[in-house]
């Protein structure tokens, strides 16, 4: 197991700060330059533009574009490693200080999840299904669990993610929450073990001015593929669900 740190060329006091917090969790980790989105121009192979439109309702972003294409690229560097488990992680994480026995732990359960979730926004509706140690658990989240901070996969996940997360078409955590589409499971440790304190620095992923289409366009295209997307995840995890409780 390894952890990559995705980290910005400018952002020394990201770095500084997440060192010393992943150095408290004894797992091993090294600092990945992330990609600057900023500079990026479109078109690129790898972004969707029509499609993010139709599935995401706003105007492109490079920051978010850039955001993506960093987890694609420690997916990349993870596959080249020997390494039969990568925790992808940013670098405004806290994470708690049995964060490696717990994911330990998770691995014994393997077969219950290929994409294991550590942090994140909203109330996720978890339903626990394997307790671990420390009043934690693992969970299968019945709705969307926001945001892309932590989480941990396997070399097989890594190889199917790379191959169906292009081209984007979503926000990583989107595209990330799907994982019933690419034929893979998903899961979370509950409570989640990381925290996000972006607070503390400022978001690095700034939206445009204007960046959301108008209400009509999304009423035709967005709101459909949001309410369909809903409903296979709920019939997806209940099942996985009640699979795991059952074994």
Known sequence: ???????????????????????????????VSGVNGRVLQLPIPEFDEVLYRR???KNPN????GCYLSHLKVLRLFLESAHEYAVICE?????????????????ELR???????????????????????????????????CGSGAYLVHRQAAEILLRQLVPMS??????????????LKS???????VDQVEHTF????????????????RYWTVFPYRALNEVHRAVSRRRQWKQAKAA
């Open 202 to 217: 400022g978001s690095q992923i700034r939206e445009n001015v204007g960046e959301k289409l108008p209400a009509w366009r």
């Open 111 to 145: 077969e219950y999840w290929d994409i294991l979730r550590l942090s994140g926004f909203h109330n996720s509706h978890p339903r626990m299904f394997a307790e671990l140690s420390d009043g934690y658990s693992l969970a299968v989240n019945f709705t969307r669990l």
């Open 170 to 183: 979503l926000p990583l955590d989107h595209a990330l929450d799907r994982e019933w589409v690419y034929g």
């Open 1 to 31: 197991m390894h952890a990559y740190v995705i980290n910005m060329d400018s952002a020394k006091q990201r770095w500084e700060y997440v060192a010393t917090e992943l150095a408290k969790t004894g797992i091993p980790f090294e600092r």
């Open 91 to 107: 670098d405004d994480i806290k994470p708690v200080l049995n964060l490696g026995k717990l994911l330990e732990q998770a691995i």
């Open 62 to 65: 490079g920051s978010t574009i």
């Open 187 to 193: 899961a979370s440790i509950f409570p989640l073990p």
């Open 55 to 57: 599935r995401h309702g």
